[in-house]
């Protein structure tokens, strides 16, 4: 039975892996999943609660990351507030709706914010790109957090 947990551990990890660059799975969620799995058939020998709730921060923030990056694309050069707030219920409505909801909900919310502030069309679009930028930026550090935990499990195996 522990051979069969491991390898559910190592396939969450990997699917988890897969799902920190598409936004179908919840790549981190998996990931730590797969760890605490790992660490749990291990009876918490060698990957402890301190390295567990360590590993559960850096997840935090990679799940933190995923919601807010499209948000701070925006924000960075300069959105309405309601464009931001656009883009964060574009991001939220558009989960419900696979990966066409997760790559045009945040845009579409962030021009329609932008337009509902009274600006240009051609601002708005400016806006909605920016929003897809910073969507991919939140992929990059999604991917790096992910890799971070798996190190920081990888460590504690090691050397615990």
Known sequence: MDLFLYVLAAALVVGGLAGAILPIL????????????????????????????????????????????????????????????????????????????????PFAGAVIGELWSGKSILRSAHVGVSTWFGMLLGIVAKVVLSFLMIGMAGVALLFS
């Open 26 to 105: 919840p790549g981190v969620p998996m990931i730590f999943g797969g760890i605490w799995l790992a660490a749990a058939v291990d009876e918490y020998r060698h990957l402890g609660w301190g390295w567990l709730v360590a590993i559960g921060i850096v997840a935090a923030l990679g799940i933190a990351v995923d919601f807010i990056s499209g948000s701070l694309g925006a924000k960075k050069i300069g959105a309405s507030p309601r464009a931001l707030w656009g883009a964060g219920i574009g991001t939220t409505i558009g989960m419900f709706f696979g990966l066409p909801g997760l790559l045009i909900g």
